[in-house]
Nanobody, 113 residues
Framework: QVQLVESGGGLVQPGGSLRLSCAAS????????MRWYRQAPGKEREVVAT???????NYGDSVKGRFTISRDNAKNMVYLQMNSLRSEDTAVYYC???????WGQGTQVTVSI
């Protein structure tokens, strides 16, 4: 059974940084691409960043150059380093194993003065 537990969210001022973590279990982590999504109030869920099983990365246009996705296959963890945060980054952030199904509870990121 796929389990994903996100953590690391919080309240941060514009221009600040946060590092999100996602602990994965219930599947062979190293074989799956991992993805971070986010969903802001009243908006559809959008893809933030993807990392393949080989470590190749892709980012949404709105976060390129500011966010970095990484993974640690030994720990079954995926991370999202978020720098230069903006108010429009405010959302609930979720991680997902591409093709494995399952969603965690998400972690709230609020960027505000």
């Amino acid at each position: 059974q796929v389990q994903l537990v996100e953590s690391g969210g919080g309240l941060v001022q514009p221009g600040g940084s946060l590092r999100l973590s996602c602990a994965a279990s219930g599947f062979t982590f190293s074989r799956y691409a991992m993805r971070w999504y986010r969903q802001a109030p009243g908006k559809e869920r959008e893809v933030v960043a993807t990392i393949s099983s080989a470590g190749n990365t892709n980012y949404g246009d709105s976060v390129k150059g500011r966010f970095t996705i990484s993974r640690d296959n030994a720990k079954n963890m995926v991370y999202l380093q978020m720098n230069s945060l903006r108010s429009e980054d405010t959302a609930v952030y979720y991680c997902n194993a591409v093709g494995a199904g399952g969603w965690g509870q998400g972690t709230q990121v609020t960027v505000s003065i």
